[in-house]
């Protein structure tokens, strides 16, 4: 995605909030020790801060709708030739795993607002068969959609420069990690979901599966 000069200031901008959201991340995964924590130690990194964004149906969300959730989180744009097909895959295998009862929420944001609009969204997400009732798909303002993403669940992006973009679909360079966040609005983990060694289905999936239900658990 270009940028013309007068956005300047606003990519300066989410530079700095991609280079704080992979300190706050490299220090997360780091205390997580490589998703090798023991899930009784799921201590807190930090609080989620209110925000409002736009889900797949064109409905205002903020964090008071996940308010006594627990929820697993991650970013990615539609258009993605990469990594994106592929989480949002291990997200449906994680709403495929959640027990009916649980009240656990997934959250997909897009770093992509101007063309993931909510109904790009909804379609993707039916697309990998996603339960609208416990998935939400949220867009909004590039502004917002750092905050919450980099601000308060180290989820960073940052847009490729145009003569940088290998393909018309590589607009964008961000994090693959799912991260968790319990009943009170508290950052509680994050696990990367690709990339050399990791195990998703035998190792990560059964992790981030259990720090929600430890989570749940909690009072």
């Given at each position: 995605?270009?940028e013309?000069?007068?956005?300047?200031?606003?990519?300066?901008?989410?530079?700095?909030?991609?280079?704080?959201?992979?300190?706050?991340?490299?220090?997360?995964?780091s205390?997580?020790?490589?998703?090798?924590?023991?899930?009784?130690?799921?201590?807190?990194?930090?609080?989620?801060?209110?925000?409002?964004?736009?889900?797949?149906?064109?409905?205002?969300?903020?964090?008071?709708?996940?308010?006594?959730?627990?929820?697993?989180?991650?970013?990615?744009?539609?258009?993605?030739?990469?990594?994106?097909?592929?989480?949002?895959?291990?997200?449906?295998?994680?709403?495929?795993?959640?027990?009916?009862?649980?009240?656990?929420?997934?959250?997909?944001?897009?770093?992509?607002?101007?063309?993931?609009?909510?109904?790009?969204?909804?379609?993707?997400?039916?697309?990998?068969g996603?339960?609208?009732n416990?998935?939400?798909?949220?867009?909004?303002?590039?502004?917002?959609?750092?905050?919450?993403?980099?601000?308060?669940?180290?989820?960073?992006?940052?847009?490729?420069?145009?003569?940088?973009?290998?393909?018309?679909?590589?607009?964008?360079?961000?994090?693959?990690?799912?991260?968790?966040?319990?009943?009170?609005?508290?950052?509680?983990?994050?696990?990367?979901?690709?990339?050399?060694?990791?195990?998703?289905?035998?190792?990560?999936?059964?992790?981030?599966?259990?720090?929600?239900?430890?989570?749940e658990?909690?009072?």
């Amino acid at each position: 995605m270009a940028e013309n000069p007068r956005q300047l200031p606003h990519t300066l901008w989410l530079g700095f909030s991609l280079l704080s959201g992979l300190l706050g991340l490299a220090v997360l995964l780091s205390l997580m020790e490589g998703n090798r924590v023991r899930l009784h130690e799921l201590p807190v990194f930090g609080r989620v801060a209110d925000f409002t964004l736009t889900n797949q149906a064109a409905q205002t969300i903020t964090l008071a709708a996940l308010s006594n959730h627990v929820w697993v989180a991650d970013i990615i744009f539609t258009r993605c030739a990469g990594p994106c097909p592929r989480m949002t895959a291990q997200m449906k295998s994680l709403q495929d795993l959640l027990p009916p009862a649980s009240g656990a929420k997934l959250v997909t944001l897009t770093t992509d607002p101007d063309f993931d609009t909510p109904p790009v969204l909804k379609k993707y997400g039916g697309r990998f068969g996603a339960d609208f009732n416990r998935w939400t798909f949220l867009t909004g303002t590039k502004r917002e959609i750092a905050s919450l993403g980099s601000g308060s669940l180290k989820l960073s992006a940052v847009p490729v420069k145009l003569e940088d973009q290998k393909s018309v679909a590589d607009l964008f360079i961000h994090t693959t990690i799912f991260v968790v966040v319990d009943k009170h609005a508290q950052l509680r983990g994050a696990f990367e979901t690709g990339g050399e060694g990791v195990d998703w289905t035998n190792i990560v999936q059964p992790r981030v599966l259990a720090a929600v239900h430890q989570l749940e658990m909690e009072k």
